[in-house]
């Protein structure tokens, strides 16, 4: 049933005119969009303060990369930055809920850090790499992620823990037991 015709049925054993009911049906959308807008805006001011703490930030080694490459992570997102040549670079951001797995690749004294994700334009699956890293440096990193993976699935709200606390947390999540 349309809801103008609700309305007015609803205003009618009261016998008020209805431009009264018109003015009553606008006031009541100028303020849905007033508490839509403030949501919004909210919404707004946590993924801002959300992506401005970083959990994580390590870099591939030098000599063996000689311009070093670098892995950001935040609530929402893992950024990696690739660089090629001085002042040149490439930044790949891949969001928290787009990463299908993260795994390590480990040789005796490196290991490689290896994110696959899906962007919601692609159907197949891409993987990202950043060699030469720290092997405490790739696993912490791996947990990291994978934790705020399952808290992402399991639609956990992280927004108000502290930056080490919740560090701590997600990094236990993630662990692989047995590691």
């Not at 993976?149 to 823990?161: A, G, L, P, R």
């Amino acid at each position: 049933m349309n809801s103008f015709v609700v309305l007015l049925s609803y205003f009618a054993p009261t016998l008020l005119s209805p431009i009264y009911c018109l003015d009553v049906l606008e006031f009541r959308m100028i303020s849905i969009t007033r508490t839509i807008y403030s949501i919004d805006r909210n919404k707004l001011y946590n993924l801002t303060n959300k992506s401005k703490e970083i959990l994580l930030k390590i870099h591939s080694i030098f000599p063996f990369d000689l311009f070093p490459n670098t892995i950001v992570v935040d609530e929402v997102k893992v950024s990696v930055i690739y660089r090629f040549f001085f002042a040149s670079e490439q930044i790949r951001d891949i969001l928290i809920k787009d990463i299908r797995s993260v795994y390590v690749d480990s040789s005796i004294f490196f290991a490689a850090l290896n994110i696959s994700f899906v962007w919601p334009r692609l159907i197949k699956e891409k993987t990202t790499t950043i060699n030469y890293l720290r092997k405490n440096d790739a696993l912490r990193a791996k947990n990291i992620i994978e934790g705020l993976m399952i808290t992402s699935y399991e639609n956990v709200e992280i927004k108000d823990i502290e930056k080490t606390t919740l560090v701590k947390n997600v990094s236990t999540i993630g662990r692989t037991q047995g590691s």
